[in-house]
Nanobody, 115 residues
Framework: HVQLVESGGGSVQAGGSLKLSCKVSGLTYNRYVLGWFRQAPGKEREGVAAVFPGAGVTYYADSVKGRFTISRDNAKNTVYLQMNSLKSEDSALYYC?????????WGQGTQVTVS
């Protein structure tokens, strides 16, 4: 039974920081690409960041480059998203996901609100 459980969301003022965590269980963690997505009301879901297994190559959406950092702790089966210099447009429900060819496992999401 695969589970992805996000935590760390909350409310923060613009310019502040939050760190999201996603605990992964039920799969061979270090064989999967792990990603963070977000969806704001009335908008499509967008990919924010991803980290690949092995060498840990990372990908970031242009909108978050230089502000967000994705990392994975293979010993803890956890992927993180450090978010700095938050803007109001970063407000959304943030999801983590795991996949190989495509993302097939998703968490329930954690809300981030920037005011």
């Amino acid at each position: 039974h695969v589970q992805l459980v996000e935590s760390g969301g909350g409310s923060v003022q613009a310019g502040g920081s939050l760190k999201l965590s996603c605990k992964v269980s039920g799969l061979t963690y270090n064989r999967y690409v792990l990603g963070w997505f977000r969806q704001a009301p009335g908008k499509e879901r967008e990919g924010v960041a991803a980290v690949f297994p092995g060498a840990g190559v990372t990908y970031y959406a242009d909108s978050v480059k230089g502000r967000f950092t994705i990392s994975r702790d293979n010993a803890k089966n956890t992927v993180y998203l450090q978010m700095n210099s938050l803007k109001s447009e970063d407000s959304a429900l943030y999801y983590c996901a795991a996949g190989q060819v495509k993302y097939i496992h998703w968490g329930q999401g954690t809300q981030v609100t920037v005011s």
